[in-house]
DNA sequence: CCTAGTTATGGTCACTGTGACCTTTACTCG
DNA sequence: CGAGTAAAGGTCACAGTGACCATAACTAGG
């Protein structure tokens, strides 16, 4: 389901049998083109086929018998953007008989972070190009309720889990944090309050440096612990995500990675 | 995966294809068959061909093209315990390179929970018997990881979505409902402190009557508040369960019910 | 009818997490 | 050197929750 999805004559299989795709939303934080705050948004690619020809849609493709499910969202992720997830899970996997006409499609969807540095520089060309999240035309397929789930799994899940880090690099301030996830929660959040609690959580850990330069008191830089969050995840261990750090190297695919239900769908949280 | 999973003759689609499968984790309240308390039970189905034959693994089979998922896991679900299940969602979907020896093969898991009196008299035969959940012997592929999973799903969900009172009938009392989640959760519960926050949460409504005969003060019956939990759920609304009230019913597979996230793997919690 | 046994129900107390806010610190700029 | 600004620390009040205490309402047995 994307710019593969209802292509007859790529479709694997035999027309009695549904087709497997894989497709990814991906978000990446920047600042909204009129307001100037920052926002998410989303690549999507021009479907260049026929089946809703023309239409944007979430980048992915047929699945390779011999790729693993998060490898092959973790590639599409990369052709199309030409960046490396910070953050990959599965989302959902959709299949309702309806939702590509023509043929049975069931696309196994993931949802990805990417880092917003990168995301500046992401490839966007005619056929891909990035959409605020919140904002988007009408898309291909059921493309706009995937993206929607997305977006409220994406907004459920950084309330209660540390995920925020994964738009940022490897250092951030509090402040930087801060906003990612008033960007992503779409409302403001105390300053104070905001550094108790991330502190409280024990998911970052100080640096010891500062950044200077700042026109005022210079803030302190932090960094993810990567030993905590683990207790909130699935008993069966963090999926492990192909380079973590994307050096915007395009084409960053990850090869083959063990693909494990982390916390996945779960963290619908409370 | 499961009767169906590794049985290359009955295989759907070109061997350069992945094989859809849907299979289901069920999961039944029933006393404990050595300490009497209650305990969590899944129904499993031995497989009768090779890959893997004579291990006992998760009731499910092959896609059929033009049924949806959610239907393909209730219909199984129906065919292997003659039930049909109050409550139905999609897991995880897994597709490791190598959980089945032979060909790849893609499985939409859900998991399932049915109501303890049905669950009793339950069809077991000589292929179909209910297991401890967490007295397993070693299964089939991966589906002792998968049920792990399930496990932890239950376990972390039941805490924050109403979803125990999918293991009773349509009107309970709060020490049932209590016995539930003690069950779930493996671990006592103050009875005054849960039905302090039952009642807050607004989940249960009380219908005014009482249970007679308990040689003790007659608990009040409460009955399940639909209008209530809608909040909980994902963007997408609730995915409808075929047959809310499973009359005992052999072979109550549901009709084809539209499938829709609602907050599936979400659920993760804090 | 009266008492013991047992669970249902109602409350209280203490502690924790969190939103709203106030104060002080540490830089840069003019 | 004073103003401006965000970082960092701290206080207060309130909601939620685990630990517990007390009373209510039946049944079973004298």
């Known amino acids: 389901m994307t710019g593969t999805d209802a292509s007859p ?92 006409p023509g043929r049975r499609v069931v696309s196994v969807v993931y949802w990805a972070l990417v880092q917003s540095a990168e995301a500046e520089r992401a490839a966007e060309s005619e056929n891909v190009r990035w959409f605020v999240a919140d904002e988007l035309p009408l898309l291909a397929f059921d493309h706009n309720r995937i993206i929607e789930y997305a977006l409220w799994r994406l907004r459920t899940k950084v309330e209660y889990a540390a995920i925020a880090h994964a738009f940022l690099g490897a250092t951030f301030t509090l402040a930087e944090l801060r906003e990612v996830h008033e960007a992503v929660l779409q409302r403001h959040i105390d300053p104070a309050n905001f550094r108790r609690t991330v502190e409280a959580s024990g998911t970052v850990v100080a640096t010891g440096e500062v950044v200077a330069g700042t026109r005022h008191r210079p803030p302190r830089l932090y960094r993810y612990n990567a030993s905590i969050d683990l207790a909130d995840r699935g008993p069966l261990g963090p999926e492990s995500v192909p380079g973590t750090a994307a050096s915007g190297a395009v084409g960053a695919a990850a090869s083959a990675p063990s693909s494990t239900p982390s916390d996945s769908h779960t963290g619908e949280q409370r």
């Open 9 to 100: 004559e790529r479709a694997p299989g035999v027309a009695s049998d549904a087709a497997l795709a894989v497709s990814t939303v991906i978000f990446a934080l920047r600042p909204h083109e009129t307001t100037g705050r920052m926002t998410l948004w989303i690549p999507l690619v021009r479907r260049t086929r026929d089946p809703q020809k023309e239409l944007w849609a979430l980048p992915g493709g047929w699945l390779p018998v011999d790729e693993e499910l998060v490898s092959a969202a973790a590639r599409t992720l990369g052709e199309t953007t030409g960046l490396a997830p910070t953050y990959l899970e599965q989302l959902y996997t959709f299949g309702e008989l309806e939702r590509s």
